[in-house]
């Protein structure tokens, strides 16, 4: 190919090298649903609750008895309808197929782990931990984990603001709600945790500075 060729060639036909591909796109979610699932299923052990749909869910399914996937999946329901209209059709799937994702895994930790007893705080954690970076592999696979997720980024995108502290507020209201239901210190580590995930997006997923796509 000639100079003039190669300059005059569209940009839109030059493969862009810090795109994920395929392959990484499905392990990415794959890999981040599990792991946010399981951080959520040590919360759900340990009777806490966090932020985000997730938190809303497990708090419903207290008060309930309902199934955590059940739940999980109709929360996150208006959020999608957020979601296609702001972010496309292709991060929508991919939220759809992650909040798919979550609620199977959510059938198969109890399973594989019945009746686990761990330490309160140590699940509090260690869940929230978890929990974040699954969500901060799926934000960097175009994808995320539904409800409050989708809203942070769609602030961080239009104002700059960094997704981790927007959910934090929103947390805040979730974390707060749980006193109706659980005791005082459980709540307390219910805002620890909430703090604790949302410090790793935070700090992790800041505008302008991951590249790939």
């Known amino acids: 190919m000639s100079v003039d060729t190669a300059l005059n060639t569209p940009a839109t036909a030059v493969a862009d090298p810090l795109a994920h591909g395929r392959v990484e796109d499905l392990f990415g979610l794959l890999s981040g649903t599990?792991?946010?699932?399981?951080?959520?299923?040590?919360?759900?052990?340990?009777?806490?609750?966090?932020?985000?749909?997730?938190?809303?869910?497990?708090?419903?399914?207290?008060?309930?008895?309902?199934?955590?996937?059940?739940?999980?999946?109709?929360?996150?329901?208006?959020?999608?309808?957020?979601?296609?209209?702001?972010?496309?059709?292709?991060?929508?799937?991919?939220?759809?197929?992650?909040?798919?994702?979550?609620?199977?895994?959510?059938?198969?930790?109890?399973?594989?782990?019945?009746?686990?007893?761990?330490?309160?705080?140590?699940?509090?954690?260690?869940?929230?931990?978890?929990?974040?970076?699954?969500m901060l592999i799926l934000f960097r696979h175009g994808s995320s984990l539904g409800g409050f997720n989708t809203m942070a980024l769609i602030v961080q995108e239009r104002y700059g603001w960094r997704a981790g502290y927007v959910q934090l507020a929103c947390d805040a209201v979730i974390v707060l709600a749980a006193i109706t239901l659980v005791s005082p210190v459980m709540v307390a580590l219910s805002a620890l945790g909430a703090v604790v995930v949302n410090l790793v997006l935070a700090l992790n997923h800041r505008p302008g500075r991951y590249l790939g796509h």
Not at 54 to 69: H, K, P, R, V
Not at 102 to 126: D, E, K, Q, R, W
Request: hydrophobic share 55%; proline share 4%.
């Open 34 to 134: 599990f792991v946010a699932s399981l951080g959520i299923y040590l919360l759900h052990a340990a009777h806490v609750v966090t932020g985000g749909t997730a938190g809303l869910s497990l708090l419903i399914g207290y008060a309930t008895g309902w199934s955590f996937s059940v739940v999980y999946v109709l929360t996150n329901l208006p959020f999608l309808l957020l979601a296609l209209r702001r972010k496309g059709w292709r991060f929508t799937v991919r939220t759809l197929a992650s909040i798919g994702l979550v609620s199977a895994f959510a059938t198969i930790h109890p399973l594989a782990m019945p009746g686990v007893h761990l330490n309160t705080p140590y699940a509090v954690v260690v869940g929230n931990l978890l929990a974040g970076v699954g």
